[in-house]
């Protein structure tokens, strides 16, 4: 007997997981469990994904609905592992509560370098992993070194195609290869959790706002997540879109929108805040917009590489510049969406749908930034990253990294080693300070 678990925490995951199915990319199981993993801050105050609208119509691919959280209970799924040397009596445990018997366990999972995914990985020693990606992650270096014994156990890596013919870095230390999950099953699984048309309104191709709660994350201050908001209604604005719908994250607080209603009031736009819980693929479907603007978020890849929508992105060099520390895995998305889709500000590209860089091109500045990032898990990218930054570092592509980082990782670009005293020199900086002051007197 064959059962294979399928973490998820988003339906977006869901999603992904239920296109792969239908797609054949599983081979067959005699059960299949979904293990919903409710990763909110406060469980149990956040629904979780299996009570989100159209849930019900991806939960015939699975036989059980399991809430990881109640079986870990009262520890949090992204907060918990068990100890080395208490895996065999977990394992004895959830085979129980499971009702697993002496089944072989397959796992796919999501995020492998973090629990649960890898608390699982851990606990069912001798289970092949799949890892599935529904986002733009899975292009950049995987965030933590990971342990062979669960490394060497990954089979594949199953990822949308967000990005045509760009291969992603993650667990590629381990050799593992990319799997495509078909467009076409995917946005016909999203065409089904369309709600009906009561609960959405009829609004045909506004611009479309896409929020994601950045200060959540420690990304943004509240104050900056609420201008970037109004900025996009601003670019939609000067672009002549009248009707403008915001999608807010949902777990952003309701005051986030107070702004932009009252900015929308003033630049005379009909702007339509939804109330409901939908993926903004069912959007794009509904209203066709005529434009989606984001910031950062793989929606922006749906749009565009699976709906045919006109995109912009507004915010990714605020968010390039602060995002600290350097190997913070946002900055793989943040870089995608910045190198590739026109900015808001720029009507001319954003009418023309200019795109950024080739994919080849963008393949290899990605490899760089995944050296830059993770330089001790992906050693053999030194050389091509340093040919990379040697022939492209310009004052635009330096904007993707740090001259510190490269100066501590003696890659070109960085601090000459015999100048790197001088930002921390006291007196040279007042020297510096001086000198401004007199030539600013001597142009008086």
Known sequence: MTTQIFQASTLYGTATLAAALDSGCFRPADRRILLVCNNAATPETTPALDEAPGFEKLRDRFDDVILYNDTIFPFHPGGWAPRVDDMPLWERFLRHEWQLGEDDVELAVESIQVNPAHALAQIFTDAPVTVYADGLMSYG?????????????????LHLDLVPGLKPLLLTEFDVPAELVPTPAFTKVLAELAPSDEELPRIEEPALLLGQYL??????????????HVRMLEGAARLGHSRVVFKPHPSAPARFTRLLEQRAERLEVEL????????????????????VVGCFSTALLTAQALYGLPVARIGTGLLLEQLTPYENSNRVPVTIVDALLPDLGDRGAVTEQHTGMAVEALGALLRAVGFAMQPKIYPGLRA???????????????RYFKRRRLTSLALPGG??????????????????????????????
């Open 215 to 228: 200060s959540a994350l420690d990304i943004l201050t509240a104050e900056q997540e609420e201008n970037l």
């Open 272 to 291: 339509t805040v939804l109330d409901t819980p939908v993926l903004a693929e069912v959007l794009y479907q509904r209203m066709r917009p005529a434009l």
């Open 415 to 444: 601090v000459p080693a015999q100048l790197a005293f001088i930002p921390r020199n006291a007196t040279v900086r007042r020297m510096a300070k001086k000198a401004r002051s007199l030539r600013r007197g001597a142009r008086g």
């Open 141 to 157: 270096p995987t965030r933590n070194k990971i342990d062979p014994l669960v490394g060497t156990r990954v089979d594949r890596v």
């Open 384 to 398: 091509e990253a340093e040919t990379w930054l040697a022939r492209n570092l310009n004052q635009h592509t330096l």
